[in-house]
């Protein structure tokens, strides 16, 4: 199985582990359907657990790579506007956006 850094920029994102992780990761379910904006940066439709969509960006991807294809469900973490990911956690295989 790859893991979700084989799929992203590595010069954007890291590998760490669950517990350096760091705040603000909240469970999502996600859309398989993600629209490819560009050949780097993907669109995905994610709801919380009371069913509330929103559209966010997964950026720094590799080209036409999509980590989360096969996923349905996944903790993430989303800027402050809650538009673009900056971390994804799938089962403590983690990756975060450098900074």
């Known amino acids: 199985m ?3 850094i ?3 920029n590595t010069e ?3 590998e760490v582990s ?3 992780r760091g705040e603000g990761f909240v469970e999502y379910s996600i859309n398989r359907n993600a629209k490819q904006v560009d050949d ?3 669109a995905l ?3 919380d657990d009371s069913g509330n969509p929103k559209t966010v960006t997964l950026s720094y991807t590799l080209p036409k790579k999509n980590p989360v294809k096969s996923v349905s469900r996944s903790e993430i973490k989303l800027d402050a506007e809650g538009k673009n990911v900056l971390g994804i956690d799938l089962d403590g295989d ?3 956006l450098k900074s």
Do not use: N, P, Q
Request: proline share 0%; aromatic share 4%; glycine share 0%.
């Open 45 to 47: 439709m994610i709801a």
């Open 94 to 96: 983690c990756v975060v």
């Open 40 to 42: 780097t940066t993907l």
């Open 18 to 20: 669950a517990a350096d």
């Open 6 to 8: 084989d799929s992203l």
């Open 2 to 4: 790859e893991s979700l």
């Open 12 to 14: 954007k994102w890291t």
